[in-house]
């Protein structure tokens, strides 16, 4: 998975750089192109003539040095990368990514890459541990950075803990696997839709809902890392879109996001709405703020179209179309329904009146039921690692290579 792949390794300041000389080897014997940027603090453990024998290319550490291949050495650097190795990770360059300082040519670089990012951490145990570096690592990995976890152990320290640099197999196995999923999904359109939809009432109250746009986000991250063409759809949410993608649309109401699916439905291989679209919306929108005069307020709601409904309606051969149904009563029942009634592949089906299923946490508990009756039941897990599940179970044969 790793021929002709271009390879950018920074090495940072700790002992565990001699180890990033065997990850070279390795990535090269796997087919990489390797090149080098060391921190100042890094060629204090290992020579630069080091990493350039073993990866058979010049090796970057000064900001200022004599330019002798590229015009402006860290842009081309990360233009050339098809992903970026960190390793060893000090404590230093996680909390310098994080912030996004640029003090050096490493650094600097990082802020200019658009290609995946992978962080292999290597420190003593309570360093590691720190809630200031494990709040880096958090903040990276949100951002869509990979992150290796190291392994535990005896450290060069003498300390005893987790810190010791993941083994380079390792390292390189995880970057094998990650171009392997990356290219499963390539060329193939996926549409997910996001968060729940707004309808307003006056200029400035709506009819909204909980959904936080958790989930979908999560599912767009997923086909993103598995190399789709990814449109995401969301209604309004306080989450960012996921790194790498290219096509977002926002939009408020369900009129506006059924517009929008609609455009990009019919050329979408998978469509996931995991939005929560307004059922209703107020009749007559008022022009202006509604002012509190009579004891009761009656506001007449009309239908929203389903969205979903018309994608069922209009399906196109080959299409995966799969929704959600978030229930808080006989959710089987109404699952196996609404897959008949709107023409469905599949639908995640949650109940949301049990704890950590639904809207706005971070987890979720569903089941995963498909169009012949099956169903794949799975436990309380992170949304990220549910969304990974819905495409195991979701893609057909042929996209599964
Ligand atoms: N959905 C949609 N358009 C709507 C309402 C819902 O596309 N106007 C989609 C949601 O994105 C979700 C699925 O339909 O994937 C299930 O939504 P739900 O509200 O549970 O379905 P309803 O048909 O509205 O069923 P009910 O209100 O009877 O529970």
Same mark, same amino acid.
């Given at each position: 998975m790793l021929q002709g792949k271009k390879i950018l390794l920074g090495v940072t300041g700790g002992? $565990? /750089?001699?180890?990033a000389v065997e990850v070279v080897s390795r990535l090269r014997k796997a087919g990489a192109e390797v090149r080098v940027v060391m921190t100042k603090e890094a060629t204090e453990f290992v020579t630069e003539l080091t990493f350039r024998e073993i990866s058979g290319n010049p090796v970057t550490v000064d900001?200022? /040095?004599?330019?002798?291949?590229?015009?402006?050495a860290h842009i081309s650097l990360a233009e050339w990368a098809d992903a970026v190795l960190i390793a060893p990770a000090t404590a230093n360059i996680l909390a310098k990514a994080a912030l996004g300082v640029a003090d050096d040519m490493l650094a600097t670089t990082l802020l200019a890459v658009t290609s995946p990012v992978f962080f292999a951490p290597a420190m003593n145990c309570n360093m590691y541990t720190h809630p200031a570096v494990q709040e880096n690592l958090e903040k990276l990995a949100a951002r869509g950075a990979h992150i290796i976890p190291p392994g535990t152990g005896k450290l060069a320290c003498g300390a005893e803990g987790p =810190?010791?640099? $993941?083994?380079p197999a390792d390292i390189v196995a995880t970057m094998e696997k990650f171009f392997k999923s990356g290219a499963q999904l390539s060329g193939v359109k996926v549409l997910v839709t996001a968060a729940g939809t707004i309808e307003p009432i006056d200029p400035v109250r709506y009819i909204g809902n909980r959904s936080s746009g958790r989930m979908g986000y999560a599912l767009a991250e997923e086909a993103v890392a598995r190399g789709a063409e990814v449109v995401l759809v969301s209604g309004p949410s306080a989450l960012t879109p996921p /790194?790498?993608?290219k096509n977002f649309i926002s939009v408020e109401t369900a009129k506006e996001m059924r517009e929008a699916v609609l455009r990009e439905?019919?050329?979408?291989?998978v469509i996931i709405k995991a939005a929560a679209v307004a059922d209703y919306h107020p009749k007559t929108v008022s022009d202006q703020k509604i002012k509190k005069n009579d004891e009761e307020l009656s506001i007449i709601l009309e239908k929203n179209p389903d969205i979903l409904k018309e994608l069922g309606q209009k399906k196109q051969p080959g299409q995966i179309l799969v929704g959600f149904a978030a229930e808080t009563q006989n959710l089987m029942q109404y699952a196996k329904e609404k897959i008949s009634k709107k023409n469905l592949d599949f639908i995640v089906a949650n109940?949301?009146?049990?704890? =950590? $299923? =639904?809207?706005?946490?971070?987890t979720n508990l569903v089941k995963i039921v498909s169009r012949d009756g099956g169903v794949e039941e799975l436990p309380l897990m992170d949304k990220r690692e549910v969304a990974k599940r819905i495409f195991d179970c979701v893609l057909p044969d042929e996209l599964k290579k």
């Open positions: 002992i $565990a /750089a001699y180890k900001m200022w /040095a004599p330019v002798q291949h590229w015009n402006v =810190g010791r640099l $993941a083994e /790194a790498g993608l439905a019919e050329t979408s291989r109940d949301v009146t049990k704890p =950590g $299923a =639904g809207f706005n946490t971070a």
